[in-house]
């Protein structure tokens, strides 16, 4: 029996969005179960069920009439649909997910389904080195396949979004015995040069979640916030977030030997992202705070050293 209606959202996702967005996504969340029942209809799906993940969408699993199965993923905000159906799209063919079908006006899209099954298929036994390896991919096909001027810009958003906000919590927030380590740390705010050269589609959101395997035990990268700028925010942000706490020189260093770009130049990035991080961990009372700050530490003590043998 088709199956063309779902219930309400997963109180889980609800909340993880009422957090994201705050009390205004209230209505979007009540028709999320009909925006999801019209794109079933119009691509004649059968939906499955909700699976409860994200932060800034609902995602539901649904068949096509042939029995292959995808996810339903609607989004909140509209440009964020935009953005990300217009990366993958640029993508086509790479090492993303790909889009099956995409509604403007409802602002949801039926992606395929990686590995089978909500998460993907298992993950290899050398994830980095591959992960690393579809991302100098994902690089290179933005960087030749780049033609849109509708995707944000790195340089907007460090300038009006992420030194504004540092400036702002540095001010407000008490830091205790992380002020040192902060202010170690807010140079490499001023460090940064974009290489105008290797200008490129970036992901921009590579956690650990975001990279799924299909059954061949190759990365997928999912839910991308897609910008153009220089790829060592990617490199960066891959070296800081992908495990946090975990594995940081391992990953700068395969970083760096995978995109051909000195440690040197990839730490300051990688600072301001765990300054920026941490700074936020500590605004928002997450536990995660102090395994930033570890972070942060490593890659003050580890970036003279890899200065001096460069």
Known sequence: MTKRTLGGVPAGCRQRLLAHYGPAVKPWLDAVPGLLARAAGRWQLSLGSYHDAGHASVIATAARPDGRPLLLKAWVDPSRFQHEVEALRLWLRGPTVEVVEAADDLAVAALELIGGQPGGA??????????????????????????????????????????????????????????????????????????????????????????LFDWRGHPRLIDPLPMVGDPAFDWAFWTVYYDLGRGTPVRLAIASRTSRTPVPVLAPWCRLLAVDGLLFYVESGDPRAPLMAGVLSDLLATAPTSRSGS
């Open 122 to 211: 298992n993950r290899p036994r050398r994830e980095l080195q591959t992960v690393a390896a579809a991302l100098h991919g994902l690089h290179t096909l933005g960087r030749h396949r780049l033609r849109s001027e509708r995707l944000p810009l790195l340089t907007d958003y460090l300038a009006y979004e992420v030194r504004p906000r540092i400036e702002r919590r540095m001010r407000v927030l008490d830091l205790g015995d992380w002020s040192p380590l902060v202010e170690a740390g807010l140079p490499s705010v001023a460090e940064l040069e974009e290489g105008s050269r290797r200008t490129t589609v970036l992901h921009a959101d590579l956690y650990r979640e975001n990279v």
